[in-house]
């Protein structure tokens, strides 16, 4: 069965600074997906960035960057530049494609604090 | 274009009462997911319906939770009897066929008392 882990419950960043959060997954399938979304107090499930494993080049949008290493099932989120509100739950998710369902298995998440 | 609209927010029941949630798909979406959360943890997959069908129930409690996505109207995911641990988030989440993005609503968050 594939598994989502992500071992920091929290992580603390200075605004204006970098973080990296980390994601590992196991699977057997060779052909899936991975997303980072960001869940702020409002609850609404927000995509920050997905990543389709047969793509070597790493995702990036504006201040959001993925570092995907398919060898190690690693899939770790760098935001650059933080601000206040990046603020907020950031889960990490697998989908894979070959079962024709695209259901996604969630990490546990990382609460992310940015000190002003 | 509006988003995944889920009804209600905010929804409180008794135990032994029932709980209907309701979740209409952004238009032109016919897969719809329903994922739950529990506090202070991640979403956990429960079913996968296209209209009129159940096409994966994997997560669903065997017992007191359905789910349905009739040919008119919204998605609705039903609880019967709810206990104190059916206390939670639920979310909807819509896509495109053959799509593996999928846009979620806000979250119905379930109280029992």
């Known amino acids: 069965a594939q598994t989502v882990t992500q071992s920091q419950p929290e992580m603390s960043v200075q605004e204006a600074e970098t973080v990296t959060l980390s994601c590992t997954y196991d699977t057997s399938e060779s052909d899936y997906y991975l997303f980072w979304y960001k869940q702020p107090p409002s609850r609404q499930m927000i995509l920050v960035i997905r990543?389709?494993?047969?793509?070597?080049q790493n995702a990036t949008e504006n201040r959001f960057s993925v570092n995907f290493q398919k060898a190690a099932k690693s899939f770790s989120l760098k935001i650059s530049d933080s601000q206040l509100g990046d603020a907020a739950m950031y889960f990490c998710a697998y989908a894979a494609a070959a079962s024709g369902t695209y259901k996604y298995i969630f990490g546990t998440g990382t609460r992310l604090k940015v000190l002003a | 274009n509006a988003g995944v609209m889920q009804n209600p927010r905010h929804l409180v029941r008794r135990r032994g009462q029932e709980a209907r949630l309701r979740c209409s798909p952004m238009?032109?979406?016919?897969?719809v997911y329903w994922y739950r959360q529990l506090p202070e943890e991640g979403l956990k997959f429960m079913v996968y319906?296209?209209?009129?069908?159940?096409?994966?129930e994997s997560g669903m409690p065997k017992e007191r939770f359905s789910a349905e996505f009739p040919k008119e109207g919204p998605s609705i995911l039903r609880i019967q009897q709810v206990v104190r641990g059916d206390s939670a988030a639920y979310f909807c989440?819509?896509?495109?066929?053959?799509?593996?993005?999928?846009?979620f609503g806000q979250g119905t968050r379930l109280t029992v008392v």
């Open positions: 319906l296209q209209k009129e069908n159940i096409i994966d």
């Open positions: 238009k032109g979406h016919s897969h």
């Open positions: 989440a819509s896509s495109r066929v053959g799509n593996t993005e999928a846009f």
């Open positions: 990543q389709e494993a047969y793509k070597q």
